[in-house]
């Protein structure tokens, strides 16, 4: 099992000290990089040794990919750019949650924003497939997206754009807020990505939270999950923090 964090390009030397095998960074922040810039820190990340393969927040929060505000030709032309250097890093996943960018207008009714999801999520598939990309499908919780919002929800997606490198996330702290079963994961079965964090707060997993994180990877063995695991929460002290939560991370898959 390979444990990562989810960090901006400046926490990859915290990350490394820290014991992380991987930094899951921004697309966004890639993407925004110009030319030069993006060189220089390719090859920091090359010479770093660190493994960056994952990234996440796939859309600007000003980016509208549902309803009259949709653009499609923006959406593609941010799309090719940025998946044309994530090929250069050697990605491999990327998380499409973006929350504010898929929400479903308001006075949309939930069926055409979902048959709108489907095509975009098809779009953002086929266009990653040129690029060698496994899309992750992130369900959000209620309170930070009206689109998706359960494991079994994302996993209908899934099922109805229907491309064999679009598939679905679980993220334990989207999980926890909204309450779902963890018996879902055993009964989807299929995970390409997992994130975790702590229900309050949404910080580092530590023991003592009120958190079940034992039954959580419990189930994710019973499905024979054996890709990445990336913390998605926040700390005071990166390495420190992050050095004790990935101690207890590593012990608490090897027990489950």
Known sequence: MRFGLCGDYGQLELAKRAGFQYLEMKVTEIAGWDDVTFRHHLAEIRESGMECRCFNVLFPGDMSLLGEEADETRRNQYLHHAFARLQQMGGEIVVFGSGRARRKPEGM?????????????????????????????????????????SMAEGALLVADVDLANVRLLTDFYH???????????TRIGDFAHVHIASRKDRRYPFPGQADDYAQFFQRLKEIGYTGRISIEGGAEDIVHEGRVSLSYLKKLWENA
């Open 175 to 185: 999980v926890a807020m909204d309450h779902e079963p963890l018996s879902d994961i």
């Open 109 to 149: 009714e939930f069926f055409r924003g979902y048959q709108e999801l489907v095509k975009v999520t098809r779009a953002i598939g086929e266009i990653a497939s040129q690029y060698q990309l496994t899309i992750v499908i992130e369900p959000l919780n209620r309170m930070e997206c009206n689109m998706i919002n």
